[in-house]
T-cell receptor, first 116, second 115 residues
Framework: AQKVTQAQTEISVVEKEDVTLDCVYE???????LFWYKQPPSGELVFLIR??????QNEISGRYSWNFQKSTSSFNFTITASQVVDSAVYFC?????????????FGSGTRLQVQP | DGGITQSPKYLFRKEGQNVTLSCEQN?????MYWYRQDPGQGLRLIYY???????QKGDIAEGYSVSREKKESFPLTVTSAQKNPTAFYLC??????????????FGSGTQLSVL
């Protein structure tokens, strides 16, 4: 069965520090999709990125970057020069193309607190 | 503006009472989902629907019921059989039927508490 593990329950950093959020997944499918979402205090989840299993290129978007490694089943998220506005809960999620149900499976989330 | 509207924002349930959470979307999305969020447990799937008049159970469907009579609407009823209903409930939708790779759009959630 598909599973997503975010071992870091809570991380606290000081503004301008770099921080990496870990995500490890399990799947039996050969085609799958990985996602990261941000949940600010308002509660609504905001989409950050989607990767498919055939694309292992790392991606950078401003201060955000993602490292996808199939060999270790990991899809880690790094925030460079963190800011107070980055404080939120971050979720990693997985969906399978051919097996499993047609819905995302989420990890338990990592709460990031960025102190000024 | 297109989006997903969940109401009410806060809801209180008495013992033995059924309550219904509303979810409406004007994104013309085929698929809709209900997730439950408890502290430290992430989001767990309750029900999902890929087309009108059809829906499937998720991981924690017991004590909940849904309907999908219209494409825009996917209400969730928390029945008296759900013994621990206190949680944050999130509704979501995405663009294409049978496309789990499509990103989800989320509503702002309903916090349900037991009196």
């Amino acid at each position: 069965a598909q599973k997503v593990t975010q071992a870091q329950t809570e991380i606290s950093v000081v503004e301008k520090e770099d921080v990496t959020l870990d995500c490890v997944y399990e799947t039996r499918d050969t085609t799958y999709y990985l996602f990261w979402y941000k949940q600010p205090p308002s509660g609504e989840l905001v989409f950050l990125i989607r990767r498919n299993s055939f694309d292992e290129q790392n991606e950078i978007s401003g201060r955000y970057s993602w490292n996808f490694q199939k060999s270790t089943s990991s899809f880690n998220f790094t925030i460079t020069a963190s800011q107070v506005v980055d404080s939120a809960v971050y979720f990693c999620a997985l969906s399978e193309r051919y097996t499993g149900r047609r819905a995302l499976t989420f990890g338990s989330g990592t709460r990031l607190q960025v102190q000024p | 503006d297109g989006g997903i509207t969940q109401s009410p924002k806060y809801l209180f349930r008495k013992e033995g009472q059924n309550v219904t959470l509303s979810c409406e979307q004007n994104l013309n999305h085929d698929a809709m989902y209900w997730y439950r969020q408890d502290p430290g447990q992430g989001l767990r799937l309750i029900y999902y629907s890929q087309i009108v008049n059809d829906f499937q159970k998720g991981d924690i469907a017991e004590g909940y019921s849904v309907s999908r009579e219209k494409k825009e609407s996917f209400p969730l009823t928390v029945t008296s059989a759900q013994k621990n209903p206190t949680a944050f409930y999130l509704c979501a939708s995405n663009a294409l039927q049978d496309s789990p790779n499509e990103k989800l759009f989320f509503g702002s959630g309903t916090q349900l508490s037991v009196l």
